[in-house]
DNA sequence: CACTAAAACGGAGGCGCCTCCGTTTATTAC
DNA sequence: GTAATAAACGGAGGCGCCTCCGTTTTAGTG
């Protein structure tokens, strides 16, 4: 489960300052990345930092010089996270009819946020202390999800009256219930009932999709 | 994990409670919970609990068996301490006009949150996530005060039109401006200009109080 | 008093956190 | 290529967390 795509996206250190970063660091600081999201997904926020360097290949040192507490990686791999969730919305854009894309990428947002549960937390307690952070991020969520409704809107696959932030407080209200087993494939019919939902009465026929 | 004291999930962190407590373990949680007190108040919560077990003469396996985990012990302490704030209200009020009762216990709860503005960040953590603390100490706190207000209301030595929740407001807002090294004197004129406000239109002189 | 069961004690041990600094490596200049 | 320098590395070391379990103390009972 979680199996994050291989596409290594190019984590480049952006923003506004494009710092030079030596090659052998700038490698060693993905596989830090890499692995430490793999490894918050497995065992929580809680996860050996020793162990992410080991596994990473690289001394507990490195790990420190480039991630000074904890919550610097957390934050980090929260936000590669985010943003590869986003990039989805517009690569299913580009590859699906919109109301197919609108529905996968619903979907796996929700598989998202249940890998992440587990973070809940500590989750909150960074976007507390973070609260740009939070903004940031919810905001490139909204905007990914009101792009994809606002595509799907102009196909005419799904009504017209839609609200995206409705949506979205939908989408967080199917997250809020993971206590089962089968929350997954409950989540998926959830979101399919959705879907639905937003089908009906659009002015084109949902079955003929093409 | 596995031992559980006899104590079911009920557990009342009260000193004065008549616990089936063997002697020597009631001896030892006070000392703890002594020892925590400043300790917390002087290093913060993170203050170290092998340091705490070290002062109070135990050993650190007895500190976990009383406390299971540092919230365990934070909360025990900071209940004590708002329970120790609320009965310097009945001690004062017996010992003092109701209006300097007023004044002296207001300065004294400024000065126990300056006291405790260290440990805020944690405290609104634990807060957040024992709600019921929350609400059972700021009403055990709101109580105090508004007894106190009663009284100097009654004596009118005050004026009638006050409500407790706004002072307590205001008390919250002298707390809220910390940043300087002089707070403290700033704080206690700030309580003195706010008592001042209270006496003002008061039916009784407050220049005669004594 | 002696004796016993249960309760409580305490600290060693294993692990993780984080810092510090001697060693290694990439890069730049010749 | 070599040399020089800054950047990065990495792991030992010291400390704190927490658990586990052999030892000690207390509270009963006769």
């Given at each position: 489960m979680a199996s994050q795509p291989p596409a290594t996206a190019k984590d480049k250190p952006d923003a506004t300052a494009a710092k030079p970063l030596r090659a052998d660091a700038q490698r060693n600081r993905d596989a830090l990345v890499e692995v430490a999201a793999v490894a918050f997904a497995t065992?929580?926020?809680?996860?050996s930092l020793e162990e992410i360097a080991r596994h990473a290949g690289v001394g507990i040192g490195t790990l420190y010089r480039h991630f000074p507490t904890r919550e610097h990686l957390v934050e980090v791999v929260y936000r590669r996270e985010v943003e590869s969730l986003c990039a989805a919305a517009d690569e299913l854009a580009l590859h699906h009819p919109p109301d197919v894309a609108l529905e996968q990428w619903m979907q796996r947002f929700v598989d998202y946020i249940a890998t992440k549960r587990g973070l809940a937390t500590s989750l909150r307690i960074l976007l507390n202390t973070n609260s740009a952070l939070f903004s940031d991020m919810s905001g490139r969520v909204t905007l990914a999800l009101r792009q994809l409704i606002e595509a799907a809107v102009a196909d005419g696959s799904?009504?017209?009256?839609?609200d995206s932030s409705d949506v979205l407080h939908a989408l967080g209200g199917i997250y809020?219930?993971?206590?089962?087993?089968?929350w997954r494939d409950r989540s998926r019919r959830l979101v399919s009932l959705l879907m639905d939902g937003l089908r009906?009465?659009?002015?084109?026929s949902a079955k003929g999709g093409g």
């Open positions: 065992h929580g926020v809680d996860a799904i009504r017209s009256d839609v809020s219930a993971p206590d089962t087993k089968d009906f009465g659009a002015t084109k």
